[in-house]
């Protein structure tokens, strides 16, 4: 093969001398991969400079790629590449074409232009082009370069789908999911997911084990949801890795595995997701998984509540409250519970209201109290339920009314509150009883 090689570069070169322009291509395109001559960048620019100055589209193509790539060394190489890119694409080269496109999509070489990006990546896509079909579904999903159009994403998206692109697999797979362009469709989805993942696509991983945790478009598979969430772990993403430990550390999917659970947790929190935080500040409160440390259970409540997340503030505020793993601080335990309650976290609107109730940590204030019992009460809370019911009872921050009170114990009582359903008791023996609400 190698003599060949040699044979052929010693006759492609005496042609391209001559001038002939394939032959100048070949030429070049041998220097560039060191068939039948050592490689040489250099050279191989001379050759496809000829050959495309006569009008090759190949030789303009691939003059684009090596002044793109920086092998030319010229001050300009993005601008020469936009102009043999140009030249390709006007001839028709579905390669320059897309190339063309991803200059303009980036602004390299030319100020950046959706519109252009658009036009030459549906130019190649029409011409088959896989990546390019993938990135024309892109821009009408999200509205680049065009009016948003989801018909015509997943139509492009299942063009390249179906040549095996990855991305748009995933992509149509999210279409289908969420019944954008198309009707809603879990099978189709799980179908393309699994394309996607099987050639290792780690978002199409991880979306699999949720619809094997789900039971969405196949039967629910809590084992095929730890395979599938741990080989998207495996490559580093943080809410596989979040799902992995909270598979082991429930045991769904998998013996209970505490230190697992542990392992996995810390992946996904020390890239910052935030519920892997407050799940590894739980696994160092309750002690599961490596010694109880109240501290740390603190610093990761902190760093989840501090990315928003409502339950991590609910925890912080908890132990601030309690002083357990740092000093009892009553403006602290208040600022992070209210932080939960306006995220609408049922537990701590319910707090929130017995700490306006009580006055011990905030200024008593039983209008307050009642506006947060009534929050949670509203999200079927049965504490709250039963404390709201208590506030009407007594005429406490509203005006006493025992039909209100009657409502709220009775909720609470039907989710088996004993104090609900002895006050509840007491009302109707005092006859107090509305018949009808």
């Known amino acids: 093969m190698k003599n060949n090689y040699n044979t052929a570069f010693s006759a492609c070169k005496k042609a391209a001398e001559l001038g002939h322009a394939q032959a100048q291509y070949d030429v070049g395109f041998m220097y560039a991969k060191g068939k039948g001559t050592a490689e040489d960048d250099k050279q191989a620019v001379y050759w496809f400079t000829k050959a495309a100055e006569q009008g090759h589209a190949k030789a303009q193509f691939n003059l684009g790629v ?10 300009d190489d993005d601008k020469q590449a936009v102009y043999w890119f140009t030249k390709a694409a006007e001839q028709g080269g579905a390669n320059a074409q897309f190339s063309l496109g991803l200059m303009f999509a980036d602004g390299k070489g030319m100020p950046k232009d959706d519109k252009q990006a658009i036009y030459w990546y549906t130019k190649a896509s029409e011409q088959g082009h896989a990546q390019a079909q993938s990135n024309v579904g892109f821009m009408f999903a999200n509205g680049i370069g065009t009016p948003k159009n989801d018909k015509q994403a997943v139509y492009w998206y299942t063009k390249a789908a179906e040549q095996g692109d990855v991305y748009s697999q995933f992509n149509l797979g999210a279409m289908f999911y969420n019944g954008k362009g198309t009707q809603k469709n879990y099978k189709q989805a799980v179908y393309w997911f699994t394309k996607a993942a099987e050639q290792g696509h780690v978002y199409s991983q991880n979306s699999l084990g949720g619809m094997f945790a ?224």
């Open 66 to 75: 090596m002044f793109y790539n920086g092998q030319v060394m010229s001050k």
């Open 214 to 437: 789900d039971g969405k478009g196949m039967p629910k598979d809590d084992k095929q949801a730890i395979y599938w969430y741990t080989k998207a772990a495996e490559q580093g993403h943080d809410q596989a890795q979040s799902n992995v430990g909270f598979m082991f550390a429930n045991g769904i999917g998998t013996q209970k595995n505490y230190k697992q659970a542990v392992y996995w947790f810390t992946k996904a929190a020390e890239q910052g997701l935030a519920i892997a935080q407050n799940s590894l500040g739980v696994m160092f409160a309750d002690g599961k998984g490596m010694p109880k440390d109240d501290k740390q259970a603190v610093y990761w409540y902190t760093k989840s509540a501090e990315h928003g997340l409502a339950q991590a503030q609910f925890n912080l505020g908890v132990v601030f409250y309690i002083g357990q793993g740092t000093p009892k601080d009553d403006k602290q335990a208040a600022y992070w519970m209210i932080k939960a309650a306006e995220q609408g976290y049922v537990d701590a609107q319910n707090n929130l209201g017995g700490m306006f109730a009580d006055g011990k940590v905030m200024p008593k204030d039983d209008k307050q109290a009642v506006y947060w019992y009534t929050k949670a009460a509203e999200q079927g809370h049965a504490k709250a339920q039963f404390n709201l019911g208590a506030m009407f009872y007594n005429g406490k921050g509203t005006q006493k009314n025992d039909k209100q009170a009657v409502y709220w114990y009775t909720k609470a009582a039907e989710q088996g509150g004993a104090n609900a359903q002895f006050n509840l008791g007491l009302m109707f023996a005092d006859g107090k009883r509305i018949a009808k609400y």
